[in-house]
């Protein structure tokens, strides 16, 4: 189930990178994730929270933007590799399975962003514009996220 759970947590880095570590780290500050005593633990403070709670939301206003580049472009698609590797392993972390958790959790992210680009493109063609097409993957990332951390506890 932990591995499923950090799969999950990947796609939704796959769809938005820094929407899944505020996920992990809101789970953790409300104890919802046990990542005390775990190298994961920085995750659960405060500082932790607001940083990664303001890259999330910078993120959701940038990606309205029309000069936003693609997430398939190496750089785009590496970051969220690398977040979905990392939130895979928080949530891996909390069973002692950080290796498996970080593995499906870059997985996952691969399939986010490969996926999410897609269903973006069909979404702004059936919209006209993709404005509502980014507002329907941030809702779909963020109650995900949530869902997904709540999930663990």
């Keep these: 189930m932990l591995y499923i759970l950090a799969l999950l947590i990947g796609v939704v880095a796959g769809l938005r990178a820094m929407t899944a570590p505020a996920?992990?780290?809101?789970?953790?500050?409300l104890g919802w994730?046990?990542?005390?005593?775990?190298w994961a633990s920085?995750?659960?403070?405060?500082?932790?929270?607001?940083i990664f709670t303001i890259l999330a939301i910078a993120e959701l206003v940038t990606d309205q933007l029309?000069?936003?580049p693609s997430r398939k472009v190496p750089q785009q698609f590496g970051a969220?590799?690398?977040?979905?590797?990392?939130?895979?392993a928080v949530i891996g972390a909390t069973g002692g399975a950080t290796v498996g958790g970080l593995i499906a959790g870059a997985i996952g992210a691969v399939i986010g962003t490969l996926g999410g680009a897609e269903l973006r493109k069909r979404l702004a063609l059936a919209f006209g514009k993709d404005q509502?097409?980014?507002?329907?993957?941030?809702?779909?990332?963020?109650?995900?996220?949530?869902?997904?951390?709540?999930a663990v506890a």
């Design 23 to 29: 996920a992990v780290a809101w789970g953790a500050w």
């Design 33 to 38: 994730l046990p990542v005390a005593g775990t």
């Design 42 to 50: 920085f995750m659960g403070h405060w500082i932790t929270v607001g």
């Design 66 to 68: 029309p000069s936003t």
């Design 80 to 88: 969220r590799i690398a977040l979905g590797a990392f939130t895979g």
């Design 132 to 150: 509502p097409a980014a507002l329907v993957e941030d809702a779909v990332a963020i109650l995900s996220g949530l869902l997904i951390v709540a």
